[in-house]
T-cell receptor
Framework: NAGVTQTPKFQVLKTGQSMTLQCAQD?????MSWYRQDPGMGLRLIHY???????DQGEVPNGYNVSRSTTEDFPLRLLSAAPSQTSVYFC??????????????FGPGTRLTVT | QQQVKQSPQSLIVQKGGISIINCAYE??????FPWYQQFPGKGPALLIA?????SEKKEGRFTISFNKSAKQFSLHIMDSQPGDSATYFC?????????????FGKGTKLSVIP
């Protein structure tokens, strides 16, 4: 199993550009989520999904869109990048039991810089 | 409003010493308290977790102590090793809200020196 994979690992965008961060898992997990990590801020939930076709907002959803058309994939779209979106982005997944016990498996992260 | 306050921000401990990281919360609806460990360049990984009906949970060298009345919980790492050097995050969950969202503390960077 590859676990949770994220691409790209690094990305530099100009203000106003759009892009999609990719996340995939091969563990047949129902639950997937996106977090951003900023220095001294911990991790903050952006969006999450409890299954294909079902998504919901987390703590900091503005400026981001998600969709979940398959169990495996959960892409995060930045609609119009802003410098405030410079961050490290983590995707996580868990089984239903894992969600209830909060054992989420995190990907390696995507480091995004917006200039 | 920061719902989970974590301290210290950084910690340096000698090999073999005890590392102690503290967290405090305000929302009494929180009912699950996991700790995550993150190594540089990696995603966080679940280390140990506790529910408020238990005052202490131990797994190997890692122990969570929980004080419900004070709304505080802490992570103790006994016999700290250089391989424990990482950033540690406490978190809290209100499972009754149905969203299972993790609210993280800001993290503690632990350095264990030989």
């Amino acid at each position: 199993n590859a676990g949770v994979t994220q691409t790209p690992k690094f990305q530099v965008l100009k203000t106003g550009q759009s892009m999609t961060l990719q996340c995939a898992q091969d563990m047949n997990h129902e639950y997937m989520s996106w977090y951003r990590q900023d220095p001294g801020m911990g991790l903050r939930l952006i969006h999450y999904s409890v299954g294909a076709g079902i998504t919901d907002q987390g703590e900091v959803p503005n400026g981001y869109n998600v969709s979940r058309s398959t169990t495996e994939d959960f892409p995060l779209r930045l609609l119009s990048a802003a410098p405030s979106q410079t961050s490290v982005y983590f995707c996580a997944s868990s089984s239903r039991d894992g969600w209830l016990s909060y054992e989420q498996y995190f990907g390696p992260g995507t480091r995004l810089t917006v200039t | 409003q920061q719902q989970v306050k974590q301290s210290p921000q950084s910690l340096i401990v000698q090999k073999g010493g005890i590392s102690i990281i503290n967290c405090a919360y305000e929302n009494t609806a929180f009912d699950y308290f996991p700790w995550y460990q993150q190594f540089p360049g990696k995603g966080p990984a679940l280390l140990i977790a506790i529910r408020p009906d238990v005052s202490e949970k131990k797994e190997g060298r890692f122990t969570i102590s929980f004080n419900k009345s004070a709304k505080q919980f802490s992570l103790h790492i006994m016999d700290s090793q250089p391989g424990d050097s990482a950033t540690y995050f406490c978190a809290a969950v209100n499972s009754g809200a149905g969203s299972y969202q993790l609210t993280f503390g800001k993290g503690t960077k632990l350095s264990v020196i030989p």
